[in-house]
């Protein structure tokens, strides 16, 4: 069974950059997409962004086109997600995404205005 453990989250100030990662244990990573979402506070969770397998290609949130990067390492079975000018309403307990089917634990990412 594949595990994900998401890290890199924490507090920081609206214009600042976190990067997320995501670890997968297993020797399978390559062969699926890896995604990220995320939760506020009384919200349903939402699609933040994914990449294809082989990392070709990457899909995202419109609210996040152009500040936020999804990449992947598949020899380090680790998918990543590059946060830059982060805003208040991206405040939210991320989560990594293997295939539509496993889930991480999840990490806080906290921005104060």
């Known amino acids: 069974q594949v595990q994900l453990v998401e890290s890199g989250g924490g507090l920081v100030q609206a214009g600042d950059s976190v990067r997320l990662s995501c670890a997968a244990s297993?020797?399978?990573?390559?062969?699926?997409?890896m995604a990220w979402f995320r939760q506020a506070p009384g919200q349903e969770r939402e699609f933040v962004a994914a990449i294809s397998h082989s990392g070709a290609s990457t899909d995202y949130v419109d609210s996040v086109q152009g500040r936020f990067s999804i990449s992947r390492d598949n020899a380090k079975n680790t998918v990543y997600l590059q946060m830059n000018s982060l805003k208040p309403e991206d405040t939210a307990v991320y989560y990594c995404n293997l295939g539509s089917r496993v889930w991480g634990q999840g990490t806080q990412v906290t921005v104060s205005s």
């Open positions: 297993g020797r399978t990573f390559s062969r699926y997409d």
